[in-house]
């Protein structure tokens, strides 16, 4: 595979585009986009298709995120002691410093709502409310050692997709784009699909910061044009579109031979692949046209909107070669103020929603031989407290606060090491006792899957190098994640 | 070699070559952030203390004894430096062994440099010339070996001029007025026109309200409405009113502060009040306060300074001479006021506008006694208090006068001070790139060593010098600006320009470039008859996808507007943080969280599918071609096509537009209830709606979606 040094390119064409250099085509758009010198080659095309550092293990990436956090305490990370000593206060040792975003007073101890056994040939211990994803516990590689800084939610999804807990940055999946390009360009290289509510963070969260906006994630809608303005006007059929556009094109054309500009010229290939788009898109998103069994697979239901129609649309774009497909899903939010965010009723009733498809995803892309070069990442933005939250002393329900300080994210396929456990909590499952692993450690270690150095894949902004994974506490790639 | 841009009065000096050099390669490790084996590359005096190693990396006037030079020419791999990378060239080298030779002398970065008024070139005497700016391009041009392009057509002037100044194209009578105009001072009798008109300020509101982060909502989580137009509507009176640039300033950063404060003046303060705010439960009001003040730092610097100062947040500059303490010894100017990050947004004040009663966030000094102290943040946590600073400004900058009161009003004064290196610069070279497409500054957000040297320095100076000292007068820099002969070019790319200068630094030819988002949809709308010219006041919901707002813990609906309303200026659209308008974000607006300078233009197929399909812009389509449907077909096509581009069709344009009328016109026929979809009933429903294909390829051609 040809190295590739995306700063060193992007410097010389910044240099190149303020010096006398010879620029081809289009050198004032590339100029403000700084992507690779092989795209000045006339063709404009910021996403083409471009080789990493190094040849990586993973050609996309499929990352659920759900959304509020689920609680590690039931489905990931089993805490016996929570069992015993259920019911007594928390140990002061925790509580100095301690902030929390909904809890007062003195909490105490909760035990696991939910029972656990070992699954899969390595033994995983996992929470039976996830019975489908522990049949193929041998694929996942579970972090139990995740930490963050942020402890609300906008910051927190922040952090996690953006390296920042303030708005501004580009999201993993816009770095990814800009260092990777889209094989398929038909489609957009970096689409989001939204289970539910969009997630507190909003579309910031998959947004391209500072990088130009073609690297922005496209949210697919399961709903209504899954493309936003992808349908035509009522009225406009496919024959009276192409005639339109073929119009457009040959008016630019005209414009073009009298400007010179060559802007022009990108305008007229990316009407074209707009059209493109347009048929792709929506045979893309078409559930109907896979069969009855892999549709009984994942649970899903063309028409409907849901997250295992998320998962099967997530296999099928990344087939096709979009680079980055972001899921969301909403509703594991589990503070127990009732019965809709708590772990007796709704925590089971997500995981049935979730389970399924989830096993199913890895099972299918598997069976195609998919799963090696296609990583999923799953887990919410932070975890939750091993004391419950009884929020205004309400006790009617069960719940958990938000929990910076440890929760589980589990990985598969991808080049992530199948069947295997990373970290390790304390006996309370409040801190971590082993192997801490840092947000900005995840992302150094997702980017290295995919074939680059974190260190390297920058872009100059406000005339410096900026980077996902920041440049003051230093991440790193955690080899012990690696197959 | 490094630095050598075209369009400089040749090679820069060895100095500031030096420096630049060591920035790009050397200082992300040995500079403000990190300093590898204890080597500080920043400044002769500390790149000459002794490392880590007991070695000196520069030894002044003495070459052999730099360790410096022996590192980067080293054959061993382990030893070279810089590490990464390419090594450092021979050319590169040789360079820094002069330099050292030469005693390793300091040369200030050229934007701390106060300007100065440069003599006027020779070739300002050319006939070609009409504005001061002139006769430095065509200097810079003829030193390249190029000669300007010829005046653009008039009515090319005039779309331009109009869409440059007030963000909308002519309408067909403007234009026949101007043709029909033949006295010498037509254009700038068109000039002083827009000048004049209320839509300048309009137009010149959109990048203002990028710099300032305005949004109609709070940011975070729950994003909750904020009423804070009525200081929208004051930005834009106040450039209508061309208030000097240095009372612009004054106003918005201490309008509480000043002499004669008064309503109007504290209402501008709201500027640092579009900081976000966040509400969510548990939230620590205290760590989103200093997000906020964090912001105005950041904004501010942005905005005046042209220099990133987010970075001094947590440590040293990496490459400019800002240590960590000056960013809290210049926050502890913006730490003083009132606001705490609460629900109610308070302090607010009562303020009365044309569209009736409103109350807006406002800046308010805290009383004496409860000034905060602010301290310096270890890494920038606010769990880490070091030592307490007062405010002050950073030394490597111009002096802060001690007869300004050390607040925010002083503050602003340091900001427009005539020692200001800066200022004047920044604000000159945003008005270039708004009218040329590039600054004369290319990264026209960082001036400090990491930014781009100017094209055209002596061109930058003498036009910022002339603005401090003309009274910080914007229209009339622009119209100086535009009334140049540099700006009249035609936007052709011919010529030996193409070999020599294909990215167009030397202006051999006027820039084309798409229209700025604001200026598109304003643009369908009017030429289809539909704008409202209204101005001001509550934001308006025009129509957008359903689905866009379902952000959480938040029961705000888009309510689309009704009538006239839906048809306003894009800038008096609703501007929701988390789920900005859509159309307009594909078409590169920014989502107003943080501070932006420059947007980044894009061409990507998402805007194609906007101008095709966003039912707004459909809409415009169809109002264009009901406005010519009494016509015969090619007299309507000939018409669409005037109103929108003010020119005949070419025969070979002509020729595209009568096919596709022709096609469509057989679709439809052969689809009568398509062609009522689109025209409605009656027996014109195919002849209109045919129409209506051509109107949209009309407002879909690169050049209406182009400033000519």
Known sequence: MMRHDLPSLHAITRRQFLGAGSLGLGALALGELGVAAPLLDGQVDPVAARSPHFAGRAKSVIYVHLAGSPSQLELYDHKPDLARLHGTPCPDEYLKGERFAFIKGHPELLRPLHGFGKRGQSGMELGDLLPQLG???????????????????????????????????????AWVTYGLGCENRNLPSFVVLVSGQTPDAGKGIWGSGYLPGVFQGVQCRTSGDPVLFLNDPKGVDRAGRSAVIGSINDLNRIAADRSGDPETATRIAQYELAHRMQLAAPEAMELAREDAATRELYGAEPGASSFANNCLLARRLVE????????????????????????????????????????????????????DQTLIVCGGEFGRTPVAEFRDGKRDFLGRDHHPHAFSIWMAGGGARGGHVHGETDDLGYRIA????????????????????????????????HRLTGVQEPARVVKDLLA | MVACVVGTDGPLPLAESARRLIAERCLKCHGGVRERGHLNLHGTERASRPAASGHRAIVPGDPAASELLRRIAADDADERMPPEGQALTDAERALLHDWIAAGAPESPHWSFVVPVQPDRPAEANDRWCREPIDGFILRSLRAAGLEPSPEADRATLLRRISLDLIGLPPTEDELASFLADAAPDAYERAVDRLLASPHYGERWAAPWLDIARYADTQGYEKDGNRTIWAWRDWVIDALNANM????????????????????????????????LNNTEGGTDNEEFRMAAVMDRVATTWNAWMGLSMQCVQC?????????????????????????????????????????????????????????????????GALTSPAEAVAAGTPPALHAFDDAWPRDRRGMAEWLVASSN?????????????????????????????????????????????????????????????????????????????????????????????????????????????LLSRTMGGTPVMPPQP??????????????????????????????????????????????????????????TPLAALVTLNDPAFVECAVALAQSVDGLQPEAAIDAMWHRALLRAPLDAERGVLRSLYAAERARYEAAPADAATMAGDGDQAVHRAALTSVASAILNTDEFLSRP
């Open chain 2, 315 to 379: 440590h040293a500059h990496p490459y400019d001479d800002l240590a960590h303490a000056d960013y809290y010894r210049f926050m502890d100017f913006l730490n003083q006021q009132a606001d705490a990050d609460t629900d109610d947004e308070a302090p607010t004040m009562p303020v009365t506008t044309a569209h009736g009663a409103t109350s807006i966030p406002v800046l308010q000094e805290l009383p004496q006694d409860r000034r905060r102290t602010t301290h310096r943040l270890d890494r």
């Open chain 1, 434 to 465: 082993r192997d801490p692993v840092s947000v900005r450690d995840l992302q150094a270690t997702i980017l290295h899957l995919l074939g680059f150095d974190h260190e390297r894949l920058t872009y100059r902004h406000n005339g410096l190098d």
């Open chain 1, 135 to 173: 049949g193929v516990a041998d694929e996942l590689c579970l972090i139990r050692s995740m930490h963050t800084s942020q402890f609300n939610h906008a910051p927190a999804q922040l952090l996690l997709h953006t390296g920042e807990p303030r708005f501004g940055s580009p999201s993993m999946g």
């Open chain 2, 244 to 275: 000097p640039f240095d009372h612009f300033t004054r106003e918005q950063l201490a309008g509480d502060l000043l002499p004669g404060a008064d309503d109007r003046t504290r209402m501008a303060t709201a500027f640092h009040r579009n900081t």
């Open chain 1, 320 to 371: 096709r070669g979009v680079r980055y497909v972001q899921l969301f899903d909403w509703g594991w939010d589990g503070h127990g103020t009732n019965a809709s965010d708590d772990l007796v009723h709704q925590l089971p009733a997500k995981c049935g929603q979730v389970d399924r498809p989830l096993a199913a995803l890895i099972t299918d892309l598997r069976r195609r031989g998919l799963l």
């Open chain 2, 546 to 603: 359903d689905g866009i707002w379902n952000v959480v813990y938040n029961g705000s609906q888009w309510t689309t507007s009704e009538g006239a309303q839906r048809h306003r200026r894009a800038i008096y659209t609703f501007w929701r943080r988390s789920a900005p308008y859509p159309s307009l974000m594909t078409l590169d607006a920014v989502d107003r969280a943080t501070c932006t300078v420059r947007r980044v233009r894009t061409n």
């Open chain 2, 421 to 529: 290196p800066l200022t004047a610069r920044v604000i000159v070279n945003r008005a270039w790139e708004s009218l040329f497409g590039t600054g004369l500054v290319a990264t026209s957000d960082e001036f400090g060593v990491m930014g781009e040297p100017p094209s055209h320095p002596e061109l930058l100076d003498d036009l910022a010098v002339r603005f401090r000292e003309g009274g910080w007068d914007m229209k009339a820099l622009l119209r100086e600006l535009v009334m140049s002969a540099t700006y009249r070019q035609a936007a052709v790319r011919a010529g030996p320009g193409i070999e020599r200068d294909p990215t167009n630094r030397l202006l051999w030819h006027a820039p084309r470039r798409r229209l700025d988002a604001e200026a598109i949809r304003d643009s369908a709308l009017l030429v289809s008859g």
